[in-house]
């Protein structure tokens, strides 16, 4: 089977994530981790699986000021934030408005500030239904995986995204024989 994980990363956290579900599907498995700057389409037409995720800017999916604002933190005086190097590219917005309907199944992530989702929002629940909207099948909830206030991963968070790689590994070739 063929999985893609594309993902938009502003510090980085995001990318690692990505990369630790890549690694979790990796097993019997082709899969791509890239970010979503240089996701073209024909990397899509033979996927079993597209699992998406991004930050969660103002509550939901990061959108044109809200990763402006993100490059602007990055470069203020004192920061300790580091932009990846596709940070000033398109977003995950940009991608699913360019992108056609696209065969398989789909899943989606997010990463977040550490707190209830009521009050931080969640990215991945509008990923979802952008997956959804373009022609994949849901083969697991939408997850969180969490940082902190400092903008670190919480310790156990990149184990955590590499066992949802196996479990959505597991799930996949039966998902895929029912489409």
Partial sequence: ????VI???????THVIADAIGRGLATGNEVTVIPVAEATPDL????DLVVAGG???VHGMSGARSRQAAMEAAHKDGSKLTLEPHAQGPGLRDW?????????????FDTRVDGPAVLTGRASKAIAKLLDRHGLTGIAPAQSFLVTKDNQLRPGEEDRAEQ????????????????
């Fill in 44 to 47: 899509f037409d033979e996927a």
């Fill in 164 to 179: 949802w790689g196996r479990e959505l590994a597991a799930k996949l070739p039966a998902a895929a024989a029912f489409l």
């Fill in 96 to 108: 699913f408005g360019a992108v056609g309907q696209i065969r398989g199944c789909g899943a989606a």
């Fill in 55 to 57: 930050p969660t800017h």
């Fill in 1 to 4: 089977m063929r999985a893609v």
């Fill in 7 to 13: 993902y938009e990363s502003m510090y980085g956290n």
